[in-house]
């Protein structure tokens, strides 16, 4: 019953910055854990970031530092800020949330 759009992706030099949104409609939003993931061509999809409803939050190790995910409940909205970025930060970059069918995600290129 959870649908998600991912948005905020683009074009960013190294060591940008870049914040993607994903925008949820439903009315159980808030009961659910929600991740990021990413997934580069050829590569396998690798969880990035997660945040829980209670607003913990856990990170790669490749983005700890750099990376921050928040959730704003009443927007029904989940963000990623990401900063210096680097070119290996390159992916399609996906929110999930359980039971809820992949999306089309938003590119991220980090490229000068």
């Known amino acids: 019953q959870v649908q998600l759009v991912e948005s905020g992706g683009g074009l960013v030099q190294p060591g940008g910055s870049l914040r993607l949104s994903c925008a949820a409609s439903g009315s159980i939003f808030s009961i659910y854990p929600i991740s990021w993931y990413r997934q580069a061509p050829g590569k396998q999809r690798e969880l990035v970031a997660i945040?829980?409803?209670?607003?913990?939050?856990n990170y790669a190790d490749s983005v700890k530092g750099r990376f921050t995910i928040s959730r704003d409940n009443a927007k029904n909205t989940v963000y990623l800020q990401m900063n210096s970025l680097a070119p290996e930060d390159t992916a399609v970059y996906y929110c999930?949330?359980?039971?809820?069918?992949w999306g089309q995600g938003t590119q991220v290129t980090v490229s000068s």
């Open positions: 945040i829980t409803n209670g607003g913990s939050t």
């Open positions: 999930k949330v359980p039971f809820a069918a």
